[in-house]
């Protein structure tokens, strides 16, 4: 007995041999196993890839079938061959077990390739059409293959994975990583297969081409069957059919929906119905309850049959959220294929690359990829959110989703510069002609394609084969394969909308045959928008799977660790923002050929809207969405809208030499398009501006003193880092827009709003959720306060009716609590107001300032000019340079002689501000004065388009005084603003702080309309001349000087009887 004791505990539960006899975890199993799984998953998918890979070029060459009809045929194949595995597991699970059918999928697999190798051998080589009979054979050869792959995929992974126990904490460790090496070794037959196969088929023939795979599975088939001693057969714990059972339940269910009449009766008979009545609709809970009532004797479905259905229910949201990237995934074998073909695949002079062959990118990338996610990505992972994954499986797909996006952007861009080089060698109405530009170039795109495919697939299949029930385990893989195939279906049918939608009334279609007269550029930027719009649901449906609510550890989530990823993703959208706004003056008064007033009321009153949208997508974020995912959707329609923008540059024609402005005026249609693009970047900037600042300070816990410290600076250093990103694009893309392209000056901030999401989701585990401290909607609390003070009704509390009420607000009846949010809010008002005329003056520095600094001289040394948008940089310098004086210096200093925590309070920190923007204001006016006497004395009043024998540096002192004056009032404001406001209306509060810059936008652009319109009455000319040199731009400077000397008096009385939210009365 002692001897057998170690047989015993080495037994794995629940499996036994193939002579149905228990087996031994040491003799059996684990990597042993599964290594003749791989060997043959290897096979098949070279005989797989060795197919489809190049089935496009076999559908156009020997059946002479159409581009679009390829594609869809293509993409039909591989629809069924993804679908047909939702047969194959149902076979497997409810007949002949995984190992049973694997064998008989392989025997068809070996059938259809050679059927295949002999429809090959029988269709005519000439270039005559093949025969109907011809055509016939080769797609139900074809299909065979499909039903094959059908057996195939769904049991030989599952298989696979079965070999390793979960009871074991050794193997289930494996088991994760079995997932990851699966793909890893795949990939490698892969390549092999694009790089011979494909060149067999292209330049030796296609009968040796289907015939190798035909022989390779007949060997992996024998090598399947040698492995038979070391395979574990999982036990089924329940005798009856899995598919059965699963049915039966939402059979039964559709059956009772309608016996169940007093669903509350049922509950209180029920326990199991205790997780029922979460249930958001009746129906849906008399739908469920139909599982559990018993009708004219039948039996009753278990609790773990309606669990098990409940766990397929769950998966479904996911797959149809995965679906566009899967139409993403379908273009690689099809109109990338395509692309290459009419480009220069020449290694050598006298050896040429299949345009197939380009597909081994994408399995290279994973074979590269795997390892170093395995051995460096799920490491740092792990260190930050203390998973023993790195991140969760839904995180995981959803970075591969993202990437999608990616992938179809860049080939959109490399499908554009085809189309250029095509245009200018008059190679358009020459579609067999090689286009002068290297293959390589679609290398990228393969490349992301390939770690979009990784991340994707690979969570997909363990995430499905995770949560399907035990039995199931070959359904779950299965459906993660269907959602590729249902993808295909869908290529096909957008394929087909597509080419009927843009090849009518005698156009050339997007997807003509004739690829330099195509637009695969459009297709592929409509797919990026398609799957833009599928992560916003993919965030959603897989937030609600994913979202744990669990109370956060102040070791291991918020302060600076989370305020990093945050802090990250706001340089990045301010490196975008200033990236178009900040030079969108010159792009409106160069390109789009529009005057300098029109301009500049043009940019006052698009930045005026980005500034007021903050309050719809804080009322969006406190209300419905929260913050977080407020922040997510944002980037999406932010990278959106830049992508849009880079495309309406790139269509634009530029004017002629010589021409006047008037002639460069640019179609209506496409100003639509770009005022379009622009103002959706305005809708991203107003869901990011007050969620990622507010989502920020909400990592710092103000009832925790060190925490709280940590708060007040973080406002100091988020505008720093803010500051570093508008930098950035100031000394950069200003650079590149000037001298380069526009085309790329609004592309790079797409791609780093898409590499920035990445960023922000990575750091998701760190992050930390405020709770709201009342159910019920924050702006509905406030905004019956107002609406019960306005029009006397009854109350919101017959307690609180009774007490007196002195005041406008104190009539309102409604709690004590909702009437002192609503006074706080009604409290701040006034500092808005008095904070406009600083607004106004804000303005300039993105419109008049840099129509100063374009007259000037602005060489750095012989040959370098730099762009006037560019010393917009020199007020983020002072920023960059004051604000840790600030912090670590002038705080210190103050706390010392006022015993204030900050310092001095918030209102001094404004009104010191504004003193310093009324100070820039009268620098601005005397410098511009000084311009126009230069201007004047050279005798260049009339020519507007000279250089000015005066320094762009004069320009200097302005933007220093801005910048210092911005370290004070805005950062000021922003403070005030999120301290001041109820717990609930954090958002709100900032939007408010935003709204003041929009208003002062509208108040700029409304001023320079009003006083366009007065100065050039009576034939005078304009303060705001297209010319310069004959504009008073000095005068409107004087003019704001005075405004701001007004206001500034007007908020010192103001702020003086200011009384702090909590807190006792400050004096200011």
Same mark, same amino acid.
């Given at each position: 007995? /002692?001897?057998?004791?170690?047989?015993?505990?080495?037994?794995?539960? &629940?499996?036994?041999? @193939?002579?149905?006899?228990?087996?031994?975890?040491?003799?059996?199993?684990?990597?042993?196993?599964?290594?003749?799984?791989?060997?043959?998953?290897?096979?098949?998918?070279?005989?797989?890839?060795?197919?489809?890979?190049?089935?496009?070029?076999?559908?156009?060459?020997?059946?002479? #079938?159409?581009?679009?009809?390829?594609?869809?045929?293509?993409?039909?194949?591989?629809?069924?061959?993804?679908?047909?595995?939702?047969?194959?597991?149902?076979?497997? +699970?409810?007949?002949?077990?995984?190992?049973?059918?694997?064998?008989?999928?392989?025997? $068809? *697999?070996?059938?259809?390739?050679?059927?295949?190798?002999?429809?090959?051998?029988?269709?005519?080589?000439?270039?005559?059409?093949?025969?109907?009979?011809?055509?016939?054979?080769?797609?139900?050869? $074809?299909?065979?293959?499909? @039903?094959?792959?059908?057996?195939?995929?769904?049991?030989?992974?599952?298989?696979?994975?079965?070999?390793?126990?979960?009871?074991?904490?050794?193997?289930?460790?494996?088991?994760?990583?079995?997932?990851?090496?699966?793909?890893?070794?795949?990939?490698?037959?892969?390549?092999?297969?694009?790089?011979?196969?494909?060149?067999?088929? /292209?330049?030796?023939?296609?009968?040796?081409?289907?015939?190798?795979?035909?022989?390779?599975?007949?060997?992996?088939?024998?090598?399947?069957?040698?492995?038979? %001693?070391? *395979?574990?057969?999982?036990?089924?714990?329940?005798?009856?059919?899995?598919?059965?059972?699963?049915?039966?339940?939402?059979?039964?269910?559709?059956?009772?929906?309608?016996?169940?009449?007093?669903?509350?009766?049922?509950?209180?008979?029920?326990?199991?119905?205790?997780?029922? !009545?979460?249930?958001?609709?009746?129906? *849906? %809970?008399?739908?469920?309850?139909?599982?559990?009532?018993?009708?004219?004797?039948?039996?009753?479905?278990?609790?773990?049959?309606?669990?098990?259905?409940?766990?397929?229910?769950?998966?479904?949201?996911?797959?149809?959220?995965?679906?566009?990237?899967?139409?993403?995934?379908?273009?690689?074998?099809?109109?990338?294929?395509?692309?290459?073909?009419?480009?220069?695949?020449?290694?050598?002079?006298?050896?040429?690359?299949?345009?197939?062959?380009?597909?081994?990118?994408?399995?290279?990338?994973?074979?590269?990829?795997?390892?170093?996610?395995?051995? !460096?990505?799920?490491?740092?992972?792990?260190?930050?959110?203390?998973?023993?994954?790195?991140?969760?499986? $839904?995180?995981?797909?959803?970075?591969?989703?993202?990437?999608?996006?990616?992938?179809?952007?860049?080939?959109?861009?490399?499908?554009?510069?085809?189309?250029?080089?095509?245009?200018?060698?008059?190679?358009?109405?020459?579609?067999?002609?090689?286009?002068?530009?290297?293959?390589?170039?679609?290398?990228? #795109?393969?490349?992301?394609?390939?770690?979009?495919?990784?991340?994707?697939? !690979?969570?997909?299949?363990?995430?499905?084969?995770?949560?399907?029930?035990?039995?199931?385990?070959?359904?779950?893989?299965?459906?993660?394969?269907?959602?590729?195939?249902?993808?295909?279906?869908?290529?096909?049918?957008?394929?087909?909308?597509?080419?009927?939608?843009?090849?009518?009334?005698?156009?050339?279609?997007?997807?003509?045959? +004739?690829?330099?007269?195509?637009?695969?550029?459009? @297709?592929?930027?409509?797919?990026?928008?398609?799957?833009?719009?599928?992560?916003?649901?993919?965030?959603?449906?897989?937030?609600?799977?994913?979202?744990?609510?669990?109370?956060?550890?102040?070791?291991?989530?918020?302060?600076?660790?989370?305020?990093?990823?945050?802090?990250?993703?706001?340089?990045?959208?301010?490196?975008?923002?200033?990236?178009?706004?900040?030079?969108?003056?010159?792009?409106?008064?160069?390109?789009?050929?529009?005057?300098?007033?029109?301009?500049?009321?043009?940019?006052?009153?698009?930045?005026?809207?980005?500034?007021?949208?903050?309050?719809?997508?804080?009322?969006?974020?406190?209300?419905?969405?929260?913050?977080?995912?407020?922040?997510?959707?944002?980037?999406?329609?932010?990278?959106?809208?830049?992508?849009?923008?880079?495309?309406?540059?790139?269509?634009?024609?530029?004017?002629?030499?010589?021409?006047?402005?008037?002639?460069?005026?640019?179609?209506?249609?496409?100003?639509?398009?770009? *005022?379009?693009?622009?103002?959706?970047?305005?809708?991203?900037?107003?869901?990011?501006?007050?969620?990622?600042?507010?989502?920020?300070? /909400?990592?710092?816990?103000?009832?925790? %003193?060190?925490?709280?410290?940590?708060?007040?600076?973080?406002?100091?250093?988020?505008?720093?880092?803010?500051?570093?990103?508008?930098?950035?694009?100031?000394?950069?893309?200003?650079?590149?827009?000037?001298?380069?392209?526009?085309?790329?000056?609004?592309?790079?901030?797409?791609?780093?709003?898409?590499?920035?999401?990445?960023?922000?989701?990575?750091?998701?585990?760190?992050?930390?959720?405020?709770?709201?401290?009342?159910?019920?909607?924050? @702006?509905?609390?406030?905004?019956?306060?107002?609406?019960?003070?306005?029009?006397?009704?009854?109350?919101?509390?017959?307690?609180?009716?009774?007490?007196?009420?002195?005041?406008?607000?104190?009539?309102?009846?409604?709690?004590?609590?909702?009437?002192?949010?609503?006074?706080?809010?009604?409290?701040?008002?006034?500092?808005?107001?008095?904070?406009? &005329?600083?607004?106004?003056?804000?303005?300039?520095?993105?419109?008049?300032?840099?129509?100063?600094?374009?007259?000037?001289?602005?060489?750095?040394?012989?040959?370098?000019?730099?762009?006037?948008?560019?010393?917009?940089?020199?007020?983020?310098?002072?920023?960059?340079?004051?604000?840790?004086?600030?912090?670590?210096?002038?705080?210190?200093?103050?706390?010392?002689?006022?015993?204030?925590?900050?310092?001095?309070?918030?209102?001094?920190?404004?009104?010191?501000?504004?003193?310093?923007?009324?100070?820039?204001?009268?620098?601005?006016?005397?410098?511009?004065?000084?311009?126009? /006497?230069?201007?004047?004395?050279?005798?260049?009043?009339?020519?507007?388009?000279?250089?000015?024998?005066?320094?762009?540096?004069?320009?200097?002192?302005?933007?220093?005084?801005?910048?210092?004056?911005?370290?004070?009032?805005?950062?000021?404001?922003?403070?005030?603003?999120?301290?001041?406001?109820?717990?609930?209306?954090?958002?709100?509060?900032?939007?408010?702080?935003?709204?003041?810059?929009?208003?002062?936008?509208?108040?700029?652009?409304?001023?320079?309309?009003?006083?366009?319109?007065?100065?050039?009455?009576?034939?005078?000319?304009?303060?705001?001349?297209?010319?310069?040199?004959?504009?008073?731009?000095?005068?409107?400077?004087?003019?704001?000087? &005075?405004?701001?000397?007004?206001?500034?008096?007007?908020?010192?009385?103001?702020?003086?009887?200011?009384?702090?939210?909590?807190?006792?009365?400050?004096?200011?």
């Amino acid at each position: 007995m /002692d001897a057998e004791a170690p047989l015993v505990c080495d037994t794995v539960r &629940g499996c036994v041999n @193939f002579k149905g006899r228990s087996v031994l975890r040491s003799k059996t199993g684990c990597w042993k196993s599964a290594s003749f799984t791989i060997g043959v998953e290897m096979a098949e998918r070279f005989a797989y890839y060795g197919i489809s890979s190049n089935l496009v070029s076999y559908l156009t060459g020997p059946l002479g #079938q159409s581009m679009a009809a390829a594609a869809a045929s293509v993409n039909a194949w591989v629809g069924t061959s993804a679908l047909t595995p939702l047969l194959g597991a149902f076979v497997a +699970n409810s007949f002949l077990g995984k190992y049973w059918t694997i064998i008989a999928a392989s025997i $068809l *697999y070996i059938l259809g390739l050679g059927s295949l190798s002999v429809s090959a051998a029988l269709t005519p080589s000439d270039s005559s059409t093949p025969t109907r009979i011809d055509v016939i054979f080769f797609f139900f050869a $074809l299909y065979l293959v499909a @039903f094959a792959v059908g057996g195939h995929k769904p049991c030989l992974q599952a298989f696979g994975a079965d070999q390793f126990d979960d009871e074991n904490v050794k193997e289930a460790r494996s088991k994760s990583s079995f997932f990851n090496w699966w793909s890893f070794c795949l990939c490698f037959s892969v390549v092999l297969s694009l790089l011979v196969l494909t060149y067999i088929q /292209d330049n030796l023939s296609w009968v040796l081409g289907f015939g190798i795979p035909c022989i390779v599975m007949c060997f992996a088939l024998s090598v399947f069957l040698f492995g038979i %001693v070391t *395979y574990r057969f999982r036990v089924k714990s329940d005798e009856r059919n899995p598919f059965v059972q699963i049915a039966r339940v939402f059979v039964r269910a559709v059956k009772n929906r309608h016996a169940v009449t007093n669903w509350r009766a049922a509950a209180a008979a029920s326990e199991v119905l205790t997780c029922l !009545v979460i249930a958001v609709c009746y129906d *849906y %809970v008399v739908f469920v309850l139909g599982f559990l009532i018993e009708l004219n004797g039948e039996e009753v479905c278990s609790m773990s049959d309606i669990e098990d259905a409940k766990a397929i229910l769950k998966l479904l949201p996911i797959c149809l959220a995965c679906l566009p990237f899967t139409v993403v995934y379908q273009q690689s074998t099809t109109f990338f294929t395509k692309q290459g073909a009419t480009m220069d695949r020449h290694i050598t002079s006298n050896i040429q690359i299949p345009a197939a062959a380009l597909q081994a990118f994408v399995p290279g990338s994973i074979i590269l990829f795997v390892p170093f996610y395995e051995h !460096v990505l799920i490491p740092i992972a792990r260190a930050i959110s203390h998973k023993p994954t790195g991140i969760s499986l $839904l995180q995981r797909i959803g970075t591969g989703l993202v990437l999608g996006i990616v992938c179809m952007v860049v080939a959109g861009f490399t499908e554009r510069i085809r189309l250029e080089i095509a245009l200018q060698h008059w190679l358009f109405d020459l579609p067999k002609e090689t286009v002068p530009m290297s293959i390589w170039w679609l290398v990228p #795109q393969y490349l992301v394609m390939g770690v979009a495919e990784v991340l994707t697939f !690979v969570g997909l299949q363990e995430f499905f084969y995770d949560q399907v029930p035990g039995g199931l385990k070959s359904l779950g893989l299965a459906m993660s394969f269907s959602v590729v195939g249902i993808g295909g279906f869908l290529s096909s049918f957008l394929v087909s909308i597509v080419d009927k939608a843009t090849g009518g009334r005698g156009q050339d279609s997007w997807l003509s045959d +004739n690829l330099n007269r195509a637009h695969l550029d459009y @297709f592929y930027w409509l797919l990026a928008g398609l799957n833009a719009l599928s992560v916003v649901l993919y965030d959603v449906v897989a937030g609600f799977a994913d979202f744990k609510g669990r109370r956060a550890i102040r070791s291991k989530t918020g302060l600076w660790k989370s305020a990093y990823f945050i802090i990250g993703v706001e340089v990045a959208e301010k490196f975008a923002y200033n990236g178009v706004s900040s030079n969108l003056i010159t792009y409106l008064t160069g390109p789009l050929g529009q005057s300098t007033a029109y301009a500049a009321a043009s940019v006052n009153a698009w930045t005026g809207t980005a500034s007021l949208l903050p309050l719809l997508g804080a009322f969006v974020a406190d209300s419905f969405l929260g913050r977080y995912r407020t922040i997510i959707i944002s980037v999406l329609v932010y990278i959106l809208s830049l992508g849009l923008l880079s495309l309406s540059a790139s269509l634009h024609s530029d004017c002629k030499a010589g021409a006047n402005t008037s002639d460069c005026a640019p179609p209506s249609l496409e100003l639509v398009a770009f *005022y379009l693009s622009l103002y959706l970047a305005a809708f991203g900037e107003g869901g990011m501006r007050p969620c990622i600042q507010a989502f920020g300070a /909400d990592q710092f816990d103000g009832d925790d %003193v060190n925490e709280s410290k940590s708060k007040s600076s973080f406002f100091n250093w988020w505008y720093f880092a803010m500051s570093a990103g508008s930098l950035l694009a100031l000394l950069i893309l200003n650079y590149i827009q000037d001298n380069l392209s526009w085309e790329l000056g609004f592309g790079i901030p797409c791609i780093l709003m898409l590499v920035v999401l990445l960023f922000y989701l990575l750091g998701s585990p760190t992050y930390r959720f405020r709770l709201h401290t009342d159910a019920k909607n924050p @702006f509905a609390r406030i905004g019956r306060v107002f609406l019960n003070a306005t029009i006397p009704r009854r109350g919101c509390s017959d307690a609180d009716a009774e007490q007196p009420r002195t005041k406008f607000l104190d009539r309102a009846g409604c709690s004590e609590g909702d009437v002192r949010d609503a006074k706080a809010l009604l409290g701040l008002l006034p500092i808005w107001f008095t904070s406009l &005329g600083f607004a106004v003056v804000f303005s300039q520095s993105t419109t008049l300032f840099t129509k100063q600094g374009q007259t000037m001289d602005r060489e750095i040394f012989s040959g370098l000019k730099i762009p006037a948008a560019s010393l917009q940089s020199l007020s983020f310098f002072t920023v960059i340079f004051i604000m840790p004086v600030y912090d670590w210096v002038l705080v210190p200093a103050a706390r010392s002689l006022t015993g204030r925590p900050a310092g001095i309070s918030m209102l001094q920190r404004i009104g010191a501000g504004l003193f310093m923007s009324l100070f820039s204001m009268v620098v601005a006016a005397l410098v511009e004065t000084r311009r126009l /006497d230069v201007a004047a004395k050279w005798g260049l009043v009339d020519e507007a388009g000279a250089t000015l024998p005066m320094s762009v540096w004069w320009l200097a002192p302005q933007y220093v005084l801005f910048g210092l004056a911005n370290v004070f009032v805005l950062v000021g404001l922003q403070e005030f603003f999120y301290d001041q406001v109820p717990s609930d209306l954090k958002s709100i509060g900032l939007a408010l702080y935003l709204s003041i810059l929009g208003i002062g936008d509208f108040l700029s652009s409304f001023l320079i309309a009003l006083i366009e319109s007065i100065t050039t009455r009576g034939g005078h000319g304009s303060w705001f001349d297209n010319n310069m040199n004959r504009a008073h731009v000095d005068y409107f400077y004087w003019l704001l000087a &005075g405004i701001s000397a007004i206001v500034m008096l007007a908020y010192a009385f103001i702020a003086k009887s200011y009384v702090y939210r909590g807190r006792d009365l400050v004096c200011c």
